[in-house]
């Protein structure tokens, strides 16, 4: 069994940063991918990004370029660097990590863009 504790979400004026992590423990299970997941109100949830062996990631379209994703091994913990916040970035993020057991979700951290 993995517990995700995430923290660092919160209000922030359109155009600015939030840096989320997510602390992983319990796993006696390699990690094989972490990544981030968003939804806002009335919608799906989505892939924001993942990251594999090797540091290979994936963005979505909409944060390529302005949020980076990251894992620290010493520290079991990723994160998720947010630049540049647009309004549409509004959403519940949440952690999710993959092993070659099973996957695990974070409880989820509330983002909130104000103009």
């Known amino acids: 069994q993995v517990q995700l504790v995430e923290s660092g979400g919160g209000l922030v004026q359109a155009g600015g940063s939030l840096r989320l992590s997510c602390a992983a423990s319990?796993?006696?299970?390699?990690?094989?991918?972490f990544g981030w997941y968003r939804q806002a109100p009335g919608k799906q949830r989505e892939l924001v990004t993942t990251i594999s062996s090797g540091d290979i990631t994936i963005y979505a379209g909409a944060v390529e370029g302005r949020f980076t994703i990251s894992w620290d091994n010493a520290k079991n913990t990723g994160y998720l660097q947010m630049n540049s916040l647009k309004l549409e970035d509004t959403a519940v993020y949440y952690c999710k990590v993959y092993t070659s057991r099973s996957n695990y979700w974070g409880q989820g951290t509330q983002v909130t863009v104000s103009s």
């Open positions: 319990g796993s006696s299970f390699p990690l094989n991918k």
